[in-house]
């Protein structure tokens, strides 16, 4: 078993996600390669472990990686969005609820589907494999107007016009069908100065076509309220985002879930009865430090927010 990601803010994870029993449910949403579930195993000998990943590849790895811990585990081969949706566990509520919304490492080296713009790989970047549209349609029959806004919307990158123009451009001599071919055009579209910022300028058109290709922000907000309603009161719900696109979704539904009165602003009394359905528990994003950070460089985007449940909504 070949490991090549290490999982983001562990301490922290560990610190803020505390099983209020012995014998917690913990319900890890993106269980990649295990990393995060088996800190949490060896640490508490009665936990039982529910995890979660669309990848049937890393999903395999996870599972060899966890099977010294027997019927505690059970996985999932799915969707966050969907289990939430359609649970299958019963009454069964989880304890701890976690969130990495972070791409793995193995999905950069090892899945072999384009998510990296240093390697010369097919323009898929699906992570489950049954998903209709690949990077590769995007790119080759989007309209201009339309690809430069999902690459400016998604990615956040200022030169999304300049990047769509060019790329409409390649591809009216043949279609663009590898990373490495997206990449030169990119960096050949940018001036010459970006090209040697902090990040390689091909980023943020990766990480677009990434979330478009997968429906992420999607999925996101639509899980929240659900998995939020199935944790347990007095369970602990967190998530670790790695752009402003995730943490903001997460930063405003935690906040809404945080106010006592959800009644319009105008009005001048309250009229709903209404009462928290959570605490939060980091006022700030927690994020990595200069140590993590320096030792895995992929953690030095990464912000984590925890709430902890106090009532069950009313339907």
């Known amino acids: 078993m070949d490991i090549v990601h290490r999982p983001v803010l562990k301490d922290e994870v560990l610190e803020f996600l505390v099983p209020p029993k012995a014998d917690a449910l913990f319900i890890d949403c993106t269980v990649g390669e295990g990393g995060h579930s088996e800190s949490f195993l060896k640490r508490y000998p009665e936990l039982k472990l529910v995890g979660l990943d669309a990848d049937k590849g890393i999903l395999k790895v996870a ?3 966890l099977s010294e811990y027997g019927k505690r585990v059970r996985l999932f081969n ?3 969005n969907v289990f939430f949706r359609e649970y299958p566990l019963g009454g069964e509520r989880p304890d701890l609820i976690l969130f990495d919304l972070g791409i793995s490492v193995y999905h950069y080296e090892k899945s072999g589907r384009g998510f990296s713009f240093r390697k010369d790989e097919p323009l898929d970047m699906r992570l489950e494999e049954d998903l209709e549209i690949t990077a590769g349609d995007i790119v080759n029959t989007y309209p201009e107007e339309e690809l430069a806004n999902l690459i400016y919307t998604y990615g956040e990158e200022r030169y999304s016009r300049r990047i769509a123009r060019a790329i409409l451009r ?3 001599k043949g279609p663009v069908v590898t990373t490495k071919q997206l990449a030169d055009i990119i960096w050949n579209s940018v001036p010459p100065d970006y090209r040697y910022g902090r990040i390689h300028p091909g980023t943020r058109t990766f990480q677009a076509l990434r979330i478009a290709v997968n429906g992420e922000l999607a999925r996101l907000e639509h899980v929240l309220g659900n998995a939020l309603k199935i944790l347990a009161v007095g369970g602990r719900l967190g998530v670790i985002s790695f752009h402003s ?7 405003r539904f935690f906040q809404e879930k945080n106010k006592s009165c959800s009644c319009p602003p105008e009005w001048p009394i309250c009229k709903c009865g209404g009462q928290r359905i959570v605490t939060i528990l980091t006022k700030k994003p927690v994020r990595p430090g200069q140590e ?5 460089a992929p953690s030095r985007s990464a912000r984590f ?4 449940k106090l009532v069950d909504e009313e339907q």
């Open 63 to 65: 599972r060899e990686r």
């Open 292 to 296: 993590e950070v320096d030792e895995n």
């Open 170 to 172: 390649e591809r009216g």
């Open 305 to 308: 927010r925890v709430v902890e």
């Open 78 to 80: 799915t969707w966050f």
């Open 245 to 251: 696109l995730e943490d903001r979704i997460v930063k």
